[in-house]
């Protein structure tokens, strides 16, 4: 005997219940990403700059060895943080997770429409096969999603086209059409903070060559890597 199914109502907020936590566990998981690379970046500048500090002749040597300390210190930190915050499968969590919900939300739609898969005349079979092929696709973040509450956006109430192409297709536009511009900006600060960084090694270079009594070799070291890190943050970001 087959297990009696709930209403087809309850199928479909099911469904939707599903692609809200996958949200929230990709929104999340997107979040503590950033944090971290932002935490890396901060901790290359600081490391970078203490190492030149440590470089300096004219320091005494427990400061100096102070700041030798305290760059090696921030590169452990840093290591870390990049081996177990910022490796691929901390990367794959908020993608796998925003792909899940994607694709939930997209099953939603259709059986809003009722167009294929889900013209015939078990719609919320359907529905539950697709649903359950999403979950099982993720099975490896299951705990992300039922760790991540709904947020409470209500289910879509559209039932022809016209409304999908309002709701749907002209508000994603519309939100893709914003975050241009946020990406823009933010790609924005970090090439100038790039840039900033190595043109102030350059200037630093050659006073070097017609100074070489103020010992900047180590600090035209420190703002090529300070640059290369803000480069760094610039290609993992993908703004």
């Not at 990403?33 to 004219?58: E, F, S, T, Y």
């Not at 090696?72 to 930190?77: E, G, H, P, R, S």
């Not at 006073?207 to 009594?213: K, Q, S």
Request: charged residues 20%.
């Amino acid at each position: 005997m087959s297990a009696v199914q709930p209403p087809a109502d309850r199928r479909l907020e099911l469904a939707w219940r599903r692609h809200r936590q996958w949200s929230v566990a990709a929104e999340t998981a997107k979040t503590r990403l950033d944090r971290w690379r932002w935490c890396n970046l901060v901790l290359l500048v600081l490391a970078a700059a203490a190492g030149a500090m440590a470089a300096q002749p004219d320091l005494p040597t427990e400061v100096a060895t102070g700041f030798a300390i305290a760059a090696a210190v921030l590169l452990a930190v840093a290591g870390l943080v990049q081996a177990n915050a910022l490796n691929k499968d901390q990367a794959a969590r908020w993608t796998a997770a925003r792909a899940a919900s994607e694709a939930l939300k997209a099953e939603v739609y259709r059986y809003l429409l009722r167009v294929a898969p889900y013209d015939g005349t078990r719609p919320a079979d359907v529905l539950d096969s697709q649903t359950d092929a999403v979950q099982k696709r993720t099975a490896a973040l299951l705990v992300d999603q039922q760790g991540a509450q709904a947020d409470g956006t209500p289910l879509p109430t559209l039932r022809d086209t016209a409304q999908y192409v309002t709701d749907r297709a002209q508000n994603q536009a519309d939100w893709h059409r914003k975050k241009i511009g946020e990406h823009l900006r933010r790609a924005r600060s970090l090439r100038i903070c790039q840039f900033a960084a190595t043109a102030v090694g350059v200037v630093l270079s050659v006073l070097a060559g017609f100074v070489p009594g103020w010992h900047l070799t180590s600090w035209i070291a420190a703002l090529a890597t300070i640059a290369a890190a803000f480069g760094t943050q610039l290609a993992a970001t993908q703004h």
